[in-house]
T-cell receptor
Framework: DAGVIQSPRHEVTEMGQEVTLRCKPISGHNSLFWYRQTMMRGLELLIYFNNNVPIDDSGMPEDRFSAKMPNASFSTLKIQPSEPRDSAVYFC??????????????FGPGTRLTVL | GEDVEQSLFLSVREGDSSVINCTYTDSSSTYLYWYKQEPGAGLQLLTYIFSNMDMKQDQRLTVLLNKKDKHLSLRIADTQTGDSAIYFCAETPPLSGNNRLAFGKGNQVVVIP
């Protein structure tokens, strides 16, 4: 399996522009998570989906952030308009259906976003 | 609630042992986890321990769990340069279901050759 796939790996944009980050979870996984990692705040959970349905978006910073999961194999995280403080590494992770004795999340390689 | 705390930085000489500590607040967590993040990569599950265990050994890794003090530690024996990474402890928040995890802020380990 290719693992969780994220694109782009790097994104540099100017303040005010729209940014779209993409994620393809591992086939068969039914939970998908978006995280943001910065030096100051560490790893933050932004939103997660179960069976394509958003379960908890309380970590989404503000209305400029939105996430969708139109089907089991694709999710997007959009920032519009972007601001310099959004600069971070954004990770997508997926996990298989509950039933395993322990939870394991499989992380993608991340998208490093720089907003100038 | 979910509040996982870790110290920030540790340097260790190659061949020595390293110990990373973590405290958590939710005593109802069934499993506790250690994830490893190598430079430029995502997190990867390293090991985990069931909450009714005090210790788990996996090759060079030893996990110790003190439920009374809500303290979790990871010991890496014979630390190697490939162990340089950020280590996160994590727990499953109560009633979260859906495989959600609460991560600590991470502890960066730098192995000096």
């Amino acid at each position: 399996d290719a693992g969780v796939i994220q694109s782009p790996r790097h994104e540099v944009t100017e303040m005010g522009q729209e940014v779209t980050l993409r994620c393809k979870p591992i086939s068969g996984h039914n939970s998908l998570f978006w995280y943001r990692q910065t030096m100051m705040r560490g790893l933050e959970l932004l939103i997660y989906f179960n069976n394509n349905v958003p379960i908890d978006d309380s970590g989404m910073p503000e209305d400029r952030f939105s996430a969708k999961m139109p089907n089991a194999s694709f999710s997007t995280l959009k920032i519009q308009p972007s601001e310099p403080r959004d600069s971070a590494v954004y990770f997508c992770a997926s996990s298989p259906p509950t039933g395993a004795p322990h939870n394991e999340q499989f992380f993608g390689p991340g998208t490093r976003l720089t907003v100038l | 609630g979910e509040d996982v705390e870790q110290s920030l930085f540790l340097s260790v000489r190659e061949g020595d042992s390293s110990v990373i500590n973590c405290t958590y607040t939710d005593s109802s967590s069934t499993y506790l986890y250690w994830y490893k993040q190598e430079p430029g990569a995502g997190l990867q599950l390293l090991t985990y321990i069931f909450s009714n265990m005090d210790m788990k050994q996996d090759q060079r890794l030893t996990v110790l769990l003190n439920k009374k003090d809500k303290h979790l530690s990871l010991r890496i024996a014979d630390t190697q340069t490939g162990d340089s990474a950020i280590y996160f402890c994590a727990e499953t928040p109560p009633l979260s279901g859906n495989n959600r995890l609460a991560f600590g802020k991470g502890n960066q380990v730098v192995v000096i050759p």
